[in-house]
């Protein structure tokens, strides 16, 4: 079984940076594809960014802004965000699956059986 807590949203202004936290409990995130997804008011869930083993995926449009990462000592996976835009907000929530490809992740969430509470981004002026 496999917890995963988010932490790390908040507000910011257009051009700032946040650092999400996914972290995983009672099993190591190693062994896990983890994924980035998000879902702004009135819009469907989207994957964001996935790693599965060193291989990344991302969105076009946050491609060059945000960079995802795994701290395998912590147990957590980070997805940091830089050059926010509005479009960015939503509510973030990381996700873990087993034999999952990134592209699989990033592209086909029902891939991933674990899931995270999410935390709210919000990017205004």
């Known amino acids: 079984q496999l917890r995963l807590v988010e932490s790390g949203g908040g507000f910011v202004q257009p051009g700032g940076s946040l650092r999400l936290s996914c972290t995983g409990s009672?099993?190591?995130?190693?062994?896990?594809?983890i994924g980035w997804f998000r879902q702004a008011p009135g819009k469907e869930r989207e994957g964001v960014s996935c790693?599965?083993?060193?291989?990344?995926k991302y969105l076009d449009s946050v491609k060059g802004r945000f960079t995802i990462s795994r701290d395998k000592a912590k147990n957590t996976v980070y997805l940091q965000m830089n050059s926010l835009k509005p479009e960015d907000t939503g509510v973030y929530y990381c996700?873990?699956?087993?034999?999952?490809?990134?592209?699989?992740?990033?592209?086909?969430?029902?891939?991933?059986?674990?899931w995270g509470e999410g935390t709210l981004v919000t990017v205004s002026s």
């Open positions: 996700a873990a699956g087993k034999y999952v490809s990134a592209e699989e992740c990033v592209t086909y969430s029902d891939s991933l059986d674990y």
């Open positions: 009672e099993s190591a995130l190693d062994d896990f594809a």
């Open positions: 790693i599965s083993y060193t291989v990344t």
